[in-house]
């Protein structure tokens, strides 16, 4: 096994146990409106995103598929990586909703690995999609117009 995928299985690794930290205890909280509006925000945005990019074309590993296909259409058209967004905005719920400075710290942490993942991620886009540096260009990482 290469350095890379190695990489990438420790990131997927730290990625779940992240979220699993982020989700524990499953007790039941009084959501907040900003932590529902995130909340929403989160599974639109996850949802828009499997509608454009079908779970057979991506991998949840950092290595793109040696048959996947360039998807620049719907979310992806204004982020490179609107899961891994759709993501941290599911986090940012559960922070507010457990109002837990441990959470704080996993959020941010999860937000390195995410960037990580992506930057992974990105570089064997370029080496497999010819028009990758172009889309790179005009598409933000997570945040339209600023990351």
Request: net charge positive; proline share 7%; aromatic share 12%.
């Amino acid at each position: 096994m290469n350095r890379v995928a190695v990489t990438g299985q420790l990131l997927v690794a730290a990625q779940f146990a992240l979220i699993g930290w982020l989700i524990w205890p499953l007790t039941p909280q009084a959501w907040s409106l900003p932590a529902l509006a995130l909340l929403t925000c989160s599974v639109v945005l996850g949802l828009w995103t499997l509608a454009h990019n079908r779970p057979g074309n991506f991998n949840i590993r950092p290595e793109p598929k040696v048959s996947g296909r360039l998807v620049t259409s719907g979310p992806y058209r204004y982020m490179r990586n609107p899961m891994y967004s759709a993501l941290l905005l599911f986090a940012a719920a559960e922070v507010i909703a457990y109002a837990d400075r441990w959470k704080i710290a996993c959020w941010f942490a999860l937000a390195l690995v995410l960037v990580a993942k992506a930057m992974l991620e990105e570089r064997g886009l370029r080496a497999q999609h010819p028009g990758y540096d172009e889309y790179a260009k005009r598409a933000r990482r997570f945040i339209p117009g600023l990351f």
